[in-house]
Each structure stands twice: as structure tokens, then as C-alpha cells.
């Protein structure tokens, strides 16, 4: 028997970086592979692209997993939920695998619909027919985005992204190299000449003073001084800015994400 890659489902996934997929070639190459490739009744990969690539070039037998499902689209959820749980991606690249999941999450529902008509699963996704009001919609959009890990905000700004920009804007995108957010703005100034005409013309308008260039750059130094511990009391020699309880300095502080207080003594850092 011999795996194969759906062309369709290969194209939905974000590709691994040259040096990423060394690293998986050589890890396998050391301790073998550690979770098998999850396939179709077809034989075809669903789960583990980047693991059945390495095998083909490492010419090491594959070790697979079985998985039925009753229905395509079900299948193509899985395909998507999979790489979202294994793979760190940025905004854009999450954005790109909510687009299809929200059409499939549409697509179930009508199927669940002509079924039964509308249950409670459905009411709870906000996932409506094509004739229903935009409010049901928008909120499968906020479910869809809440799973995949982005706003909302995020979510229709990258859609907007997937539907405007040029494919070397997206690449820019995936590889880290520009915002969701600035690359929104040009194609919406594109769209709009009096809005960017407007924004010049406000750019133009305002001008920093040398003053506040000179107070922006003594703060910017103030507080470069403050999180490198400089800042000390002369009496005691305590770092400025340190918890009184815990004494944490203002570097450790401001990279807690979210401080979990217990027993009004202990502070710990919220997992990531």
C-alpha cells in the first residue's frame, strides 16, 4: 500500500520553511517518527504532510493511522482543526485556514437543515440559510475566528486580505515580514483615493516640534533605563518600579500576560 497527498487539501495548508523542514528530516532522522500520519480509506494524507515528505526523502516506511468519515466535508474539518492544533502560525496564516472552515461550517449546517430543519447546534453556531438575516451570519464568523484563534476584526480584515492583495503581499504576510492592519490600510486607500488623499494631507499638516522630539526621545530612554533595572532608590538601592510583595522588577512584570493572584501573596504567570 502507498500514501499519497491530496492536491486539494495539500494547497489548504501552510508549507513549513526550508529550515523548519530540515529540522523534522533530522529529528526523524535521529529518534524516528514519533506520531503516525493520519490517512483517508483512499490512502490519502490528511493529517502529517510535512511527516510524509521527510519519509520520502529519509526512504523510510511510513507509519499511518486509519481514519473513516462519513462525509467529505467532515473530512476537509478535520484536515483543517488538525493543523491548527499542531503547527504555530501567525494571524494571516490562521486566517487563511478560517476561511474555508467557516464555508464548510455553512455547509454543514444547511446539510443538518435539510435534514431536520434548524436544531440547537445550529442556533448555537449563529449558522443560518442563505435567506436568513445577516445577524446569524456574522456571529458563525465570530465562532469560526474564536476556534482559529483571531478577532473577529482580524478575521474580516485577513478575508478582505485573501480577496484583494497580491500573492507577493500574502507571501510577506506568512512570512512575518508585514501586519494584517498595514496591508489592510493600502488596499482600502487603493479603493478610496480621497481617503489617502485626506490621510497625506493630515500627514502633511502635522509636523513634530523639535521639542516634543526631544521630550519623546528622553521618555523613550527613561523608560529603556527603567526596564533595564537603572533606576534605584540612592538610600536603599531597591529597583524602582519593584513589586513590594513578590519584588519583581518592571522586566519580569511587563512580560506576565495575565498575573493569577492566590491567597492574596502568591503571583504566578499564566500558562502560555
Known amino acids: 500500500m502507498s500514501l499519497r497527498l491530496n492536491p486539494e487539501y495539500d494547497k489548504l495548508l501552510p508549507k513549513m520553511s526550508k529550515e523548519e523542514f530540515e529540522e523534522l528530516k533530522k529529528s526523524m532522522q535521529n529518534e524516528g517518527q514519533h506520531y503516525p500520519i493520519i490517512v483517508n480509506e483512499d490512502l490519502e494524507v490528511l493529517d502529517g504532510h510535512h511527516r510524509f515528505r521527510a519519509c520520502i526523502e529519509l526512504d523510510f516506511e511510513p507509519d499511518f493511522e486509519v481514519r473513516k468519515f462519513d462525509d467529505k466535508l467532515l473530512e476537509k474539518k478535520f484536515v483543517i482543526e488538525a493543523n491548527l492544533r499542531r503547527r504555530h502560525l501567525n494571524s494571516f496564516q490562521l486566517v487563511e485556514l478560517a476561511v474555508p472552515l467557516l464555508e464548510i461550517e455553512k455547509e454543514l449546517a444547511k446539510k443538518r437543515q435539510s435534514k431536520g430543519g434548524k436544531n440547537g447546534r445550529d442556533m448555537q453556531l449563529g449558522l443560518a440559510s442563505d435567506d ?14 474564536k476556534k482559529v484563534g483571531v478577532s473577529t476584526r482580524t478575521f474580516e480584515r485577513g478575508k478582505k486580505i485573501i480577496e484583494k492583495a ?19 490600510q493600502e488596499i482600502v486607500s487603493s479603493e478610496n483615493p480621497q481617503l489617502q488623499k485626506k490621510e497625506s494631507s493630515e500627514s502633511l499638516e502635522y509636523q513634530e516640534s523639535p521639542r516634543e522630539m526631544h521630550n519623546r526621545t528622553e521618555l523613550l530612554a527613561l523608560l529603556d533605563r527603567m526596564v533595564k533595572q537603572e533606576l534605584y532608590c540612592p538610600s536603599c538601592g531597591t529597583s524602582m518600579f519593584e513589586c513590594s510583595k513578590c519584588h519583581m522588577n518592571l522586566n519580569e512584570l511587563v512580560q506576565l500576560k495575565k498575573p493569577l493572584v492566590t491567597n492574596s501573596s502568591k503571583i504566578k504567570e499564566s500558562s502560555q
Open 132 to 145: 436568513a438575516e445577516i445577524g446569524p451570519k456574522a456571529k458563525a464568523t465570530e465562532v469560526v475566528a
Open 166 to 184: 497580491t500573492e507577493d503581499e500574502k507571501q510577506k504576510l506568512r512570512d512575518g515580514k508585514t501586519s494584517i492592519s498595514k496591508v489592510y
